[in-house]
């Protein structure tokens, strides 16, 4: 007896449901996933250990991690990567076949949740493969997004990789990971949970996010709730906390700055996912970002020889002959910061 489960509210599942955890590296991810499984979604028994940059735990099923770093290494992208994924690219043998993987292995895997959920940090950057994943498991797919300032997700990811840590280049890869397939979480239960928010108070976040996606309440999760807030959380989970008015900086790319202001909105209830000013805005933000998807093209090219001399036991001067050859056939590095500078001129104009 002491060990039933007594229902406080429930919603009952029509079909196996998967809770994903989107948002980018450095946004509380693995914060706002520690939060789900609290709510009661099943995250597999093949965690990644504890350790490094989260010593209280990635909540990441391992094979899934896997499975999606090759999915990003077969469309051409690396971590710090912050070109935009050309559709075709979706199509190709090589894509189909990990999406055959992916299926076959959560079957496997977690066939046998009615309740379940995944995370990682890229999974809204590579959300196509998902989703046709997801609609051949007919699965009743809801979404949790980690949102967090991007000049605080800046200097987290700073303390790891100075490079990438640079406001103007986290920017841009805060940018394209939330940008473009966006809009395909809307006809979905969608929660947005804001870093600061839920680290200021849990229980109401935790609550709100169980009555977003329409979770199953028990009296065993209300206990669960409390012990998130009260024993898991801490106050050196959190480094840094950067207000709305710091990312009237330059070293933000506007379009960052608007899209990340939209979905604070969302995070604290001013405005709904079905918000008509916010998709029409979130268009223009769309567009503008397409535009600048050449000079995004050759950031990469440039960052990657950049990487590449500093790996060379010669150092940077290996990649002097490399980095002339690109500043003469293409564009010099001044020239692709004076192409972002007019780019976000225009759009504000």
Partial sequence: MGSEKTPATTSPLVKPCVVVVIGVGRSGTSV?????????VELGNNLRPAGGKNPTGFFEDEMLLALTRRVRNTVGLKAESVSLIEAHRWQIPAVLALQREAIADI???????PLWGFKHARTLRLLPFWLSVFQTLDLDVRYVMALRNPLSVARSRGKLDPLRGAPEKSSLEWLVNVVPYFREVRERSVVVVDYDILMARPVAELERMAAALKLPRTADSQAAIHAYANDFLTSTLQHSRFTNEDLD?????RLTRDAYLWLYRLATGEITIDNPEFWQDWTRIERALQDLAPVLRHVDRLEADL???????????????????NVQQNWSLTRVMMKLRTAMTREAS
Avoid: D, E
């Fill in 32 to 40: 706002v996933t520690r939060a789900v499984q609290a709510l009661g």
């Fill in 107 to 113: 079957r496997r895997r977690f066939g046998h949740y």
């Fill in 249 to 253: 900086n330059p070293s933000v790319h």
């Fill in 307 to 325: 990487r590449r001399a500093r790996r060379s036991f010669l150092g940077p001067l290996q990649g002097i002959p490399q980095s002339w050859l």
